[in-house]
């Protein structure tokens, strides 16, 4: 059931089993943190993390790459403490926070990367919040989306209007940050991310629901 809850509140609760259920659980998820880390670009020395929890997807990007440095930003702090102490040689700058409000700076990143964090979100967030992603990144840089994405708008629609359906039944504005996934197709995902900036952006990956998006600057 797609139940709604506290952003921070999910998955603090959930920090102790969250890889046990990232890995196992959700179909796609093991083979596509391997992929994602296969399409990291061999240049990059700098890499952004957006909503990193514990670093699934950095366990496999430091295995190929085990010196570049990391800024991975999160909501959690129990998920941040996690990976603090699981990759504690590594060169990681960690930022407990929103993504959406942490600024990002202009062309500091080789590689962006996120893991199945924005499918909780409208199109008018996520188009501004990847403008700010394109800015970050060096020119020829990319962006690797891995996400919760469905194929028919009629399936976008239902869980969007149930999301709004819910908040307004609970009185939640629409701004806070509560967990309840809301799925876009993977054309709408590709359009908003042209929209923003990004030069072409593609489907590299599908397994189930679970999908790889590369967006180049």
């Known amino acids: 059931m797609n ?13 102790d089993t969250y890889d046990e259920h990232m890995l196992n659980d959700v179909e796609g998820c093991k083979e596509a943190y391997i992929k994602m880390a296969e399409l990291v670009p061999e240049n990059t020395e700098n890499l952004l993390d957006l909503g990193c ?26 998920m941040l403490d996690k990976l603090g ?16 409000d942490v600024p990002l700076g202009e062309s500091i990143f080789d590689c962006a990367v996120s893991f199945q964090t924005m499918h909780h979100f409208s199109h008018e967030a996520k188009t501004e919040l990847y403008t700010k992603i394109r800015q970050s990144l060096k020119d020829g840089g990319v962006y690797i989306e891995c996400d919760y994405m469905v194929e028919s708008q ?15 039944k609970l009185g939640i504005a629409s701004g806070e ?25 593609e489907k590299v990956f599908r397994i189930e629901n679970t999908t790889i998006i590369v967006a180049y600057k």
């Open 3 to 15: 139940e709604i809850e506290k952003m921070s509140d999910f998955f603090t609760s959930r920090v």
């Open 53 to 78: 929890g514990t670093g699934l997807e950095l366990d496999e990007i430091f295995k190929i790459y085990p010196n570049i440095e990391v800024t991975g930003i999160d909501l959690t702090r129990a």
């Open 85 to 100: 102490e699981k990759h504690h040689d590594k060169k990681l700058n960690l930022i407990h926070g929103s993504y959406f």
């Open 154 to 168: 009629k399936e976008e629609d239902f869980w969007y209007a149930e999301n709004d359906r819910i908040r307004k």
């Open 177 to 201: 940050f509560y967990h309840f996934d809301t799925p876009c197709t993977i054309d709408n995902q590709t359009a908003m991310l042209k929209k923003a900036g990004f030069e072409r952006a």
